[in-house]
T-cell receptor, first 117, second 111 residues
């Protein structure tokens, strides 16, 4: 149980285009979802926190107009990287948290590797 | 959230116990100690967490000192698949529960 999936697992795009990454909780309802970014040989950095049906809360230094987050349902959150540039190339990881019980912990997706040419 | 200090790397022989230390001297009374690990190019995996009592599950044991200023994650019989970066995180078990990842300990299990 507590499975979180991400799609796609990897994506290559041209500079200036937008890329959407999906995060799904497969067997539980995720009241809160988190988006992280990880550059090579570095730790995970939290980008934003989103609750179902409300606007995401972004960490300091993260551009909300560039990284659009939508948490439209209790099982799906999307991260759209708009007008991507090579410096946005990174490993993007989501996590999901349920409501109470074992699902109260954060469970992570497998990550999406974005390469911007 | 309180910060943690972990050694950057550790080695362990396959089949032996791996003991990963973590210092969290500024931990507050309502903060828990969480351990996650990240195998290369994968998302982090939850291992275990505790408040003040020692905890054990199918993956590992967590030993927390009486003053709660440090803890040790124990993998009783390390395998090659346990090679990963292990993160010790302290946080309150309320609210949005943000996980703040430090640099972790890179554990290398060798044959």
């Amino acid at each position: 149980g507590a499975v979180v999936s991400q799609h796609p697992s990897w994506v290559i795009c041209k500079s200036g285009t937008s890329v959407k990454i999906e995060c799904r909780s497969l067997d539980f309802q995720a009241t809160t979802m988190f988006w992280y970014r990880q550059f090579p040989k570095q730790s995970l950095m939290l980008m934003a926190t989103s609750n179902e049906g409300s606007k995401a809360t972004y960490e300091q230094g993260v551009e909300k107009d560039k990284f659009l987050i939508n948490h439209a349902s209790l099982t799906l959150s999307t991260l759209t990287v708009t007008s991507a540039h090579p410096e946005d190339s990174s490993f993007y990881i989501c996590s999901a948290k349920g409501r109470g019980g074992p699902r109260n912990e954060q469970f992570f997706g497998p990550g999406t590797r974005l390469t911007v040419l | 959230d309180a910060k943690t200090t972990q050694p950057p790397s550790m080695d362990c022989a396959e089949g032996r116990a791996a003991n990963l230390p973590c210092n969290h001297s500024t931990i507050s009374g309502n903060e828990y100690v969480y351990w996650y690990r990240q195998i290369h190019s994968q998302g982090p995996q939850y291992i275990i967490h505790g408040l003040k009592n020692n905890e054990t599950n199918e993956m590992a044991s967590l030993i927390i000192t009486e003053d709660r200023k440090s803890s040790t994650l124990i993998l009783p019989h390390a395998t090659l698949r346990d090679t990963a970066v292990y993160y010790c995180i302290v946080k309150m078990n309320t609210g949005f529960q943000k996980l703040v990842f430090g640099t972790g300990t890179r554990l290398l299990v060798s044959p």
